[in-house]
């Protein structure tokens, strides 16, 4: 694993030594962050929920976002994020807590939240529920889901819109606010 553009193109990413982290592939980063900048923007603040290695909120950093949030429940997932992070100098947080319990702590919204649990957990739709009910998605912001395909997003709150596309296996969704309509 690597970090694939920016300021830290190139920077090796340690892996799990086990199969208890599932990190997003090189491939599928490489793609989604290439629809992220082109399309909807990378913004100031990222929440990377979920964040086994870290990989995908480095990226983000690397790419331009000036603070992450890093949440996972797992210490040694939190340990890994850890020490990919060494040498990158924005400012960020690690959280090893459940994502309920973060969610609900945190007072401002984010420009990006990258989604990426485990598959077999299926909390995708519940992380988007709560992201709602606690307002931390800012208006203009977009919310990134890697899933399984079996996992759609089919109960999203009314006010959501997705755009989700096929990775080989995988379902990468992106979350975006409907437009509000005008009187």
């Known amino acids: 694993m690597r970090v694939i553009a920016g300021k830290y193109r190139g920077k090796r990413l340690a892996s799990p ?15 989604v962050f290439n629809i992220l900048c082109n399309r909807y923007g ?10 086994g290695s870290g990989a995908l909120g480095i990226e983000a950093l690397s790419r ?49 939240i990258l989604i990426d649990p485990p598959y077999a957990d299926k909390r995708e739709e519940e992380a988007l529920r ?17 899933h399984s395909r079996e996992n759609s997003l089919i109960n999203l709150p009314a006010s959501y819109i997705i755009d989700t596309r096929q990775c080989g296996h995988t379902d990468i969704s992106f979350v975006i606010r409907a437009e509000e309509e005008h009187a």
């Open 17 to 31: 030594a086990d199969n208890s982290v599932r990190p997003t592939t090189d491939r599928i980063k490489e793609t």
């Open 42 to 51: 990378i913004g100031e603040r990222v929440l990377d929920l979920f964040c």
């Open 64 to 112: 331009g976002a000036m603070y992450a949030a890093f949440v996972d429940k797992s210490p040694k997932s939190i340990e890994l994020a850890r020490e990919n992070l060494r040498g990158v100098g924005e400012r960020y947080d690690l959280f090893n807590t459940d994502f309920r319990v973060a969610l609900s702590k945190f007072t401002q919204p984010f420009d990006l």
């Open 130 to 146: 709560l992201i709602d009910e606690y307002g931390l998605l800012r208006q203009d912001g977009v919310i990134f889901v890697e």
